[in-house]
Protein backbone atom coordinates (compact mmCIF):
# COMPACT_ATOMS: atom_id res chain seq x y z
CA UNK A 1 0.00 0.00 0.00
CA UNK A 2 2.66 2.28 0.76
CA UNK A 3 4.12 1.51 -2.41
CA UNK A 4 0.98 2.93 -4.25
CA UNK A 5 1.16 6.04 -2.09
CA UNK A 6 4.54 6.92 -2.64
CA UNK A 7 3.56 7.01 -7.02
CA UNK A 8 0.52 9.07 -6.42
CA UNK A 9 2.86 11.45 -4.36
CA UNK A 10 5.94 10.78 -7.48
CA UNK A 11 2.93 12.22 -9.92
CA UNK A 12 2.16 14.92 -7.79
CA UNK A 13 5.70 16.11 -7.65
CA UNK A 14 6.27 15.32 -11.27
CA UNK A 15 7.74 18.46 -13.14
CA UNK A 16 8.18 17.05 -16.64
CA UNK A 17 6.19 14.36 -18.38
CA UNK A 18 9.34 12.17 -18.94
CA UNK A 19 9.13 12.17 -15.05
CA UNK A 20 5.41 11.72 -15.33
CA UNK A 21 5.61 9.02 -17.49
CA UNK A 22 8.26 6.91 -15.51
CA UNK A 23 6.63 7.30 -12.01
CA UNK A 24 2.98 6.43 -14.08
CA UNK A 25 5.39 2.91 -15.57
CA UNK A 26 6.39 2.00 -12.22
CA UNK A 27 2.51 2.23 -10.67
CA UNK A 28 1.75 0.10 -13.93
CA UNK A 29 4.29 -2.52 -12.97
CA UNK A 30 3.32 -3.17 -9.61
CA UNK A 31 -0.14 -3.12 -10.91
CA UNK A 32 0.91 -6.26 -12.96
CA UNK A 33 3.02 -8.23 -10.68
CA UNK A 34 0.10 -8.23 -7.63
CA UNK A 35 -3.54 -8.74 -7.80
CA UNK A 36 -3.75 -7.91 -4.47
CA UNK A 37 -2.25 -4.24 -4.67
CA UNK A 38 -4.15 -4.39 -8.27
CA UNK A 39 -7.71 -4.71 -5.99
CA UNK A 40 -6.64 -2.43 -3.35
CA UNK A 41 -6.22 0.65 -5.71
CA UNK A 42 -9.48 -0.03 -6.98
CA UNK A 43 -11.02 -0.34 -3.48
CA UNK A 44 -9.33 3.04 -2.19
CA UNK A 45 -9.81 4.71 -5.14
CA UNK A 46 -6.84 5.36 -6.65
CA UNK A 47 -7.72 5.50 -9.88
CA UNK A 48 -9.49 9.40 -9.07
CA UNK A 49 -6.94 10.41 -7.23
CA UNK A 50 -4.64 10.16 -10.13
CA UNK A 51 -6.86 11.70 -12.37
CA UNK A 52 -7.37 14.77 -9.92
CA UNK A 53 -3.72 15.25 -9.42
CA UNK A 54 -3.19 14.92 -13.65
CA UNK A 55 -5.98 17.49 -13.95
CA UNK A 56 -3.14 19.80 -12.74
CA UNK A 57 -0.47 18.38 -14.49
CA UNK A 58 -2.59 18.86 -18.38
CA UNK A 59 0.90 20.73 -19.90
CA UNK A 60 2.47 17.37 -19.49
CA UNK A 61 -0.04 14.71 -20.92
CA UNK A 62 1.86 13.61 -24.51
CA UNK A 63 1.13 10.18 -26.31
CA UNK A 64 3.75 8.32 -23.91
CA UNK A 65 1.89 9.38 -20.63
CA UNK A 66 -1.14 8.56 -22.03
CA UNK A 67 0.11 5.02 -23.43
CA UNK A 68 0.89 4.60 -19.38
CA UNK A 69 -2.69 5.69 -18.52
CA UNK A 70 -4.17 3.11 -21.15
CA UNK A 71 -1.90 0.27 -19.61
CA UNK A 72 -2.72 1.09 -16.15
CA UNK A 73 -6.47 0.58 -17.26
CA UNK A 74 -5.82 -2.67 -18.25
CA UNK A 75 -6.12 -1.72 -22.30
CA UNK A 76 -3.34 -2.92 -24.66
CA UNK A 77 -2.27 0.33 -26.61
CA UNK A 78 -1.24 -0.77 -30.06
CA UNK A 79 -2.35 2.06 -32.63
CA UNK A 80 -5.69 -0.17 -33.98
CA UNK A 81 -5.49 -3.19 -32.63
CA UNK A 82 -8.60 -5.31 -32.85
CA UNK A 83 -8.04 -7.29 -29.71
CA UNK A 84 -7.95 -4.61 -26.76
CA UNK A 85 -9.46 -5.15 -24.24
CA UNK A 86 -11.06 -3.18 -20.19
CA UNK A 87 -9.38 -4.60 -18.09
CA UNK A 88 -10.05 -2.08 -15.12
CA UNK A 89 -13.11 -0.44 -15.33
CA UNK A 90 -12.68 2.32 -12.21
CA UNK A 91 -9.04 3.35 -14.01
CA UNK A 92 -10.70 3.51 -17.25
CA UNK A 93 -13.06 5.67 -16.53
CA UNK A 94 -11.04 7.88 -14.59
CA UNK A 95 -8.50 8.36 -16.45
CA UNK A 96 -9.64 7.57 -19.87
CA UNK A 97 -13.07 8.26 -20.38
CA UNK A 98 -12.44 11.32 -17.58
CA UNK A 99 -13.07 13.80 -21.07
CA UNK A 100 -12.41 16.91 -18.20
CA UNK A 101 -8.79 15.50 -18.43
CA UNK A 102 -8.34 15.40 -21.73
CA UNK A 103 -10.16 19.09 -22.91
CA UNK A 104 -7.01 20.90 -22.25
CA UNK A 105 -4.50 18.75 -24.15
CA UNK A 106 -3.47 19.33 -27.95
CA UNK A 107 -5.97 18.32 -30.84
CA UNK A 108 -3.72 15.44 -31.61
CA UNK A 109 -3.84 13.62 -28.49
CA UNK A 110 -7.71 14.66 -28.00
CA UNK A 111 -7.62 12.50 -31.38
CA UNK A 112 -5.37 9.86 -30.23
CA UNK A 113 -7.98 9.77 -27.57
CA UNK A 114 -10.77 9.34 -28.70
CA UNK A 115 -9.90 6.55 -31.71
CA UNK A 116 -8.74 4.67 -29.14
CA UNK A 117 -11.73 4.51 -27.72
CA UNK A 118 -13.44 3.74 -30.62
CA UNK A 119 -11.22 1.07 -31.57
CA UNK A 120 -12.63 -0.72 -28.26
CA UNK A 121 -16.40 -0.59 -29.84
CA UNK A 122 -15.46 -1.53 -33.32
CA UNK A 123 -16.91 -4.42 -34.85
CA UNK A 124 -14.00 -6.18 -35.53
CA UNK A 125 -12.62 -6.40 -32.28
CA UNK A 126 -13.64 -9.32 -30.32
CA UNK A 127 -14.14 -8.11 -27.18
CA UNK A 128 -16.41 -5.52 -28.53
CA UNK A 129 -19.31 -6.52 -26.25
CA UNK A 130 -17.53 -6.76 -23.37
CA UNK A 131 -15.53 -3.36 -23.53
CA UNK A 132 -18.76 -1.38 -24.06
CA UNK A 133 -20.38 -3.64 -20.97
CA UNK A 134 -17.33 -2.29 -19.10
CA UNK A 135 -18.23 1.27 -20.32
CA UNK A 136 -21.83 0.88 -19.40
CA UNK A 137 -21.60 -0.23 -15.94
CA UNK A 138 -18.82 2.17 -15.15
CA UNK A 139 -21.15 4.87 -15.93
CA UNK A 140 -24.39 3.05 -14.48
CA UNK A 141 -23.03 2.43 -10.89
CA UNK A 142 -22.06 6.26 -11.13
CA UNK A 143 -25.76 7.05 -12.21
CA UNK A 144 -27.37 4.75 -9.78
CA UNK A 145 -25.31 6.31 -6.75
CA UNK A 146 -26.49 9.68 -7.61
CA UNK A 147 -30.03 8.64 -7.79
CA UNK A 148 -29.89 7.27 -4.00
CA UNK A 149 -28.12 10.29 -2.99
CA UNK A 150 -30.86 12.23 -4.44
CA UNK A 151 -33.53 10.03 -2.78
CA UNK A 152 -32.28 9.85 0.69
CA UNK A 153 -31.22 13.84 0.74
CA UNK A 154 -35.05 13.84 -0.24
CA UNK A 155 -36.40 11.50 2.54
CA UNK A 156 -34.35 13.47 4.92
CA UNK A 157 -36.03 16.51 4.94
Known sequence: RDRYQ???????????????KMVLDILRALMKYNYRLTREIEYNKYAEI???????????????????LWKIG???????????????????????FNFDLWKNTTNALQHLVLSQIL???????PFRRFNLAQMKSSDMKTEKKKKKK????????
Do not use: D, W, Y
Not at 10 to 18: L, M, P, R, S, V
Not at 54 to 66: F, H, R
Not at 86 to 95: P, T, Y
Open 6 to 20: RRVRGIEKAHTNTRL
Open 50 to 68: ISFLLQSKVKLLNSSVLVQ
Open 74 to 96: GVSFKQKSPNSIIGSRLAFKHLI
Open 119 to 125: TLMEEKC
Open 150 to 157: KKKKSTLR
